[in-house]
């Protein structure tokens, strides 16, 4: 559609008419000289003076051309503009960071699937993950794994393929076989730092307790909570087991509480789909749409075309002068 963008403008198209009414007639005086005989001279010269002033008249093209020019200014002046399709684009309000501990337990085959098979952990992890991954359309998804020491694998990005490819390339103890759960934490707040999104979300998945971090898990929490970081954490494993390759639940539950998230535990492929599934619930899927109309100014045309009108006009009246004096002089050597 066509707008104005100063549409209060189109008021200005009675002025020259308003000019008209109330200005006095514009009056030019010229000097003359007086001639005692100024009749003879005419009357041998053939001329006939006329008495009074000279009032120029218009012609009708004039009458015409005018009002057409002026209100192809005036509508120039009013800055008509051509409004194209609206423009959407939908930008991510969270960013979602899932921490996975790839230390070498995650190798250990005790996760049983839905038909009673172990499988080594890292298999379930993979697969439930990558699950979870796919539900996650409108979010930016990133991607660190950690061991002796957190690594990022993938920043905050909506190629969600790219982030499942990785996944599937996961191989446990390729991090490390120790567990660096606080400072996989702290990567997390700082790859956070760059992120503009309304909401900060981190999925914190172990297996282990922490046994070679610099930073202890507490205090990265409390770190992520003045950052506004979300952590989520889920443990996997068997927490009857002793020494390192036992999950430290009440750290998991420490870290949920303090920045705001929720602790689960899975004991199988089943529970922890259903957990990735609670978790999909409770971020609940959000998107926020940008519109933008694009604006093509078109006052360059009537413009132009008022330039034209005069342009052209002008040329004509020269070319009918000249043709008049061609005309006269034919006239008078005839």
């Keep these: ?24 007639p514009y009056r030019e005086e010229s000097a003359s000289v007086r001639l005692p005989f100024f009749g003879e001279v005419a009357s ?8 009074g002033a000279h009032v120029p008249r218009r012609n009708l093209v004039q009458l015409l051309l005018g009002p057409i020019a002026w209100g192809l ?20 309000v969270r960013d979602l960071l899932l921490a996975l501990d790839l230390s070498q337990s ?15 952990r890292v298999d379930a992890v993979r697969q439930v993950v990558a699950d979870f991954v796919a539900r996650r359309t409108g979010d930016r998804i990133g991607l660190i794994v950690f061991g002796d020491a957190p690594y990022p694998l993938a920043p905050f990005t909506l190629d969600h393929a790219l982030v499942r490819e990785l996944l599937a390339d996961m191989v446990p103890g390729m991090a490390g076989a120790s567990t660096s759960l606080g400072d996989a934490i702290g990567l997390g707040i700082k790859m956070f730092d760059q992120s503009h999104a309304q909401e900060k979300v981190m999925i914190l998945l172990t297996d282990g307790n922490d046994t ?18 979300v952590v989520h954490t889920v443990g996997i494993g068997d927490p ?17 509480s303090t920045t705001g998230g929720r602790y689960f535990f899975g004991a199988d492929q089943t529970s ?11 971020t609940p899927h959000r998107e926020k749409t940008l519109t933008w109309q694009p604006r093509r100014e078109l006052f ?12 052209c006009y002008q040329l004509a009246m020269a070319l009918y002068a000249r043709w008049l004096a061609r005309a006269a002089a034919l006239e008078s050597t005839a």
């Design 272 to 282: 922890l789909a259903s957990i990735y599934a609670t978790l999909d619930r409770v």
């Design 73 to 92: 200014v005036v509508v120039a002046l009013a800055r008509p503009q051509y409004l194209e399709p609206p423009l959407q684009r939908t930008q991510p």
């Design 106 to 120: 995650m190798d250990t085959r005790d996760f049983k699937t839905p038909s009673g098979v172990l499988e080594p």
């Design 212 to 229: 070679a971090s610099r930073m202890p898990p507490a205090q990265a929490a409390d770190i992520a909570k003045t950052r506004g970081v």
């Design 300 to 311: 360059m045309w009537p413009l132009g075309a008022a330039v034209l009108l005069m342009l």
């Design 44 to 51: 041998a010269a053939g001329l006939k003076p006329a008495l």
């Design 240 to 256: 009857a087991t002793t020494g390192e390759q036992k999950v430290d639940l009440d750290a998991l539950k420490h870290i949920a």
């Design 1 to 24: 559609m066509i707008t104005f963008e100063y549409p209060w403008l189109f008021a200005l198209l009675p002025l020259p008419l308003l000019l008209w009414w109330w200005l006095p």
